[in-house]
């Protein structure tokens, strides 16, 4: 079954696990299950890795168990652990949450810090296209990253309100990386976050997390405008229409910014 809808300019696709292997456009950005879903405590996707790898090379998210934070750069999938020490990811583990791209950069613009988060956002927004989002790979030095991760959990799962009281936050750096992340509109909120969210993953590939703030002394961000999201939903999820519900807003707020 495949539910369609287009909320103003972006075009939603709704699918079941079934229907993955459909095939679908190139530059459409893939996301398992909503954010909704995960603030209610859907901590156990039917998605593999492998199956997630297979829609795109580039994204972020999380593991069953809220396991991490999870991050896709260059094809390969990483999570952060509750510490913010990165492994690759078991192709055979499974998601709740992710959205990813296969990453085809449109704009390339260059970042002169010292700049926090709000100044690296305000760059971005100036750099506004058509398109409603926008997937960013953001490679360069950063003076300070801080980030977050979550400890896993165990049945009978509380909200992800709950758990992130429980956060762990730690600071990198000075270290060289690369931020991943995602624009999308505010009207979209509850399918997916709106705004801004980035995870972070040093070059070595040692370390990452959430990131809740920065201090970027100079990179270079690839940003890839999309106006297609194709969404799978996991049995019994309906997509149900995305609206502003105050009390969904803030409940994201409060789980994607504090720290
Ligand atoms: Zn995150």
């Known amino acids: 079954m495949i539910e369609e809808s287009t909320i103003r300019s ?26 909704s879903a995960l603030l209610d405590g859907a901590y156990e996707g039917d998605l593999t890795f492998a199956e ?17 934070e999870m991050i896709a750069i260059d094809g390969r999938f990483f999570r952060a652990d509750v510490e913010g020490s990165l492994n690759e990811i078991d192709p055979d583990e499974r998601t709740p949450f992710a959205v990813v ?20 956002e305000e760059l971005l927004d100036g750099d506004r296209a058509e398109a409603p989002v926008a997937v960013f790979r953001i490679d360069g030095r950063f003076g300070s990253v801080k980030a977050r991760s979550v400890p896993r959990q165990h049945p009978p799962y ?26 999308f509109p505010a009207w979209v909120e509850g399918v997916e976050i709106g705004g801004y969210h980035f995870h972070f993953v040093d070059r070595a590939l040692t370390r990452g997390g959430h990131v809740l703030d920065l201090s970027i002394d100079s ?18 999820l309906e997509l ?13 707020s409060r789980v994607e910014h504090r720290g």
């Open 219 to 236: 990179g270079v961000a690839l940003v890839q405008h999309s106006d297609d999201l194709h969404i799978e939903l996991p049995p019994g």
């Open 101 to 120: 791209s296969r990453f085809s950069p449109d704009r390339e613009l260059p970042v002169t810090g010292p700049m926090d988060l709000a100044g690296l």
């Open 158 to 183: 509380r909200s992800l309100g709950e758990v992130v009281a429980d956060q762990n936050v730690f600071e990198f750096g000075p270290v060289d990386g690369s931020l991943i992340g995602f624009r």
């Open 52 to 68: 997630l790898a297979g829609e795109g090379d580039t994204g972020i998210g999380t593991l069953n168990g809220l396991d991490g």
């Open 10 to 35: 972006l075009h939603v696709e709704a699918m079941r696990h079934e229907d993955l292997h459909a095939g679908h456009d190139d530059h459409a950005l893939f996301q398992a299950s909503t954010v």
């Open 240 to 252: 149900g229409s995305p609206d502003l519900a105050a009390s969904t807003h803030e409940a994201i």
